[in-house]
């Protein structure tokens, strides 16, 4: 099992959600409430960072 990353650059910033692979799959969690674990396959995971970064999300942030 890995341990917990930080998931944004340098690792640092409370409001980063921490990310870990154990037994194949992908975990998410925010540190703030670490009781809830999001757990997903690395395929989906992968899939997710491309639209991200694609800005396929950002009409979820407000302006």
């Known amino acids: 099992m890995d341990s917990w990353q930080k998931?944004?650059?340098g690792g640092v910033g409370e409001d980063a959600l921490e990310i870990r692979t154990?037994?194949?799959m992908v975990e998410i969690r925010d540190p703030r409430n670490?009781?809830?674990v999001v757990r997903t396959?690395?395929?989906k995971w992968?899939?997710?960072v491309l639209g991200?970064?694609?800005g396929e999300?950002?009409?979820?942030?407000a302006d």
């Open 7 to 9: 998931a944004a650059p």
């Open 22 to 24: 154990v037994n194949g």
């Open 34 to 36: 670490d009781a809830v």
């Open 41 to 43: 396959t690395p395929r």
């Open 46 to 48: 992968a899939a997710f």
């Open 52 to 54: 991200v970064k694609a």
């Open 57 to 61: 999300f950002d009409h979820f942030v």
